[in-house]
């Protein structure tokens, strides 16, 4: 009877270990994943920072496009400084929240923050398409600088949308942005933004966009506070 017990004793006592190894081993895998996951959302976060800040000085670009095209149909030469679909741009990255996604580990992480990620990464996946559809408003507005004689009727009425949709696309993304943000900001552990190499190019650009019409960017922190997530 005591030899029974002693098995038993010894074979909870492995389970037990067993437990606590594949318990650490996991608890390591989640800390990796989460650097790693945490460290793409302030890279993202990046962008979307540029892009609050840089709201209200796309708004008075904006108004010139406007009213260069107007000029334009009145058969007046005109000319706008450089459109903003050079400057709007920024890559926005999911490769390590793919990777967890379809990983093991990824059932370890707890409920709430899988759910928080969900979240973030599906709002991306908008604002991805959100700009590429922005980008492509601008470009047609690549017609404002060219001879009146050249434009015709039909340039005007796809230059006239082309501003509508680059309207929308913009607060929409600035908007959306700022939520990303105040969203992220529950969960992702100081600080906010990586402020990698890039953010000081997005910097140059709002100075550059901002500097032409004498105006100044959205304050971040305020957008952010002010943001619905």
């Given at each position: 009877m005591l030899e029974m017990v002693s098995v038993v004793f010894g074979v909870l006592i492995a389970l037990a270990v067993n437990e606590a190894v594949q318990?650490?081993?996991?608890?390591?895998?989640?800390?990796?994943?989460?650097?790693?996951?945490?460290?793409?959302?302030?890279?993202?976060?990046?962008?979307?920072?540029?892009?609050?800040?840089?709201?209200?000085?796309?708004?008075?670009?904006?108004?010139?496009?406007?009213?260069?095209v107007e000029a334009l149909a009145a058969g007046k030469a005109t000319r706008a400084s450089a459109l903003a679909d050079r400057v709007i741009g920024g890559r926005l990255d999911n490769q390590n929240w793919q990777a967890l996604?379809?990983?093991?580990?990824?059932?370890?992480?707890?409920?709430?923050?899988?759910?928080?990620?969900?979240?973030?990464?599906?709002?991306?996946?908008?604002?991805?398409?959100?700009?590429?559809?922005?980008?492509?408003?601008?470009?047609?507005?690549?017609?404002?600088?060219?001879?009146?004689?050249?434009?015709?009727?039909?340039?005007?009425?796809?230059m006239r949308l082309a501003i509508k949709n680059a309207e929308v696309f913009g607060e929409v993304i600035g908007r959306n942005s700022a939520n990303q943000l105040a969203r992220a900001q529950r969960f992702v552990p100081a600080p906010l933004l990586a402020k990698a190499p890039r953010y000081a190019r997005f910097v140059e650009r709002i100075k550059a966009a901002c500097g032409q019409f004498g105006q100044r960017p959205q304050d971040l922190d305020a957008a952010v506070r002010q943001a619905q997530p």
């Open positions: 318990n650490w081993h996991w608890a390591e895998d989640v800390a990796e994943a989460r650097a790693g996951i945490y460290e793409e959302i302030r890279y993202n976060n990046d962008w979307m920072a540029f892009r609050v800040m840089l709201r209200p000085c796309l708004d008075s670009q904006l108004e010139q496009a406007r009213a260069a996604r379809t990983s093991s580990t990824f059932e370890h992480l707890p409920d709430q923050e899988r759910r928080r990620l969900g979240e973030y990464y599906s709002q991306l996946d908008d604002l991805r398409e959100w700009t590429s559809e922005e980008g492509r408003a601008w470009r047609e507005l690549s017609l404002i600088n060219f001879a009146p004689n050249t434009i015709e009727r039909s340039d005007i009425s796809r």
